[in-house]
């Protein structure tokens, strides 16, 4: 358990793909609609040679769908954490402050947390845009900033995060995947699963596993 009470004034970040949802949207839309060379970018990412926003464009550049089929992806092939509408509503209900931090697209979070009736969230993420022959991702911090040892990320969560903790004595973050490990170094409580959870127990930083958000009520609020 952790004693909200003992936080003083705090707030959550929580990443959206593969941490809100149970897939990661983005991987969907490359098994969906992308091409074979992604195992190229990766291991040019991983050899360093290309930054983390420099192999999510040339991705992007292998696909050319319409935004009505990212949108039908998006709304009825994606499915919720088990257990976040719980945590959305308790939220509500304690008038904690949350936010989305996500390296994927405002384009599909927006419609897809309007679809399961969420709102009124401060969504920090990219866009997408739709060309002729090929999605652009337009960067929420441009493609340059180069903020932390792995090289421009185009929403730099740390730089959220230090927002954050300019305002709040506490800040927790919950997250599962690549973009999350920067900011997982820094953040005063963290809830980490499956490759941030190997990254956090490899670097020894204090954490809490969790497998979905039935864990993170059961953790925070104390339900079920």
């Not at 976040?84 to 308790?90: G, W």
């Not at 490990?181 to 954490?207: G, T, W």
């Amino acid at each position: 358990m952790v004693d909200l009470n003992n936080l003083g004034n705090f707030a959550i970040l929580v990443d959206f793909d593969g941490t809100m949802t149970v897939k990661d949207t983005n991987v969907m839309l490359m098994d969906k609609y992308g091409s074979s060379l992604d195992g190229k970018y990766k291991k040019l990412y991983e050899e360093e040679k290309l930054s983390f926003s420099e192999r999510f464009q040339a991705n992007m550049n292998d696909i050319n769908i319409k935004k009505e089929q990212y949108l039908d992806m998006i709304l009825n092939e994606v499915e919720l954490s088990p257990g976040f509408i719980e945590f959305y509503n308790k939220t509500k209900e304690k008038s904690i402050p949350w936010g989305v931090v996500s390296g994927g697209f405002r384009t599909g979070i927006v419609p897809f947390l309007e679809k399961h009736g969420i709102e009124d969230i401060d969504i920090y993420a990219n866009d997408l845009i739709f060309n002729e022959d090929y999605l652009e991702i337009k960067f929420k911090d441009g493609e340059e900033q180069d903020c932390c040892d792995y090289g421009p990320c185009g929403n730099c969560k740390i730089g959220l995060y230090e927002r954050f903790k300019k305002k709040y004595d506490t800040v927790i973050f919950i997250g599962d995947g690549i973009t999350d490990k920067p900011v997982a170094n820094i953040a005063d409580i963290v809830f980490a699963k499956d490759s941030l959870l190997d990254y956090v127990e490899e670097k020894r930083i204090d954490h809490i596993p969790w497998d979905d958000f039935n864990d993170i009520n059961r953790i925070l609020f104390n339900m079920g």
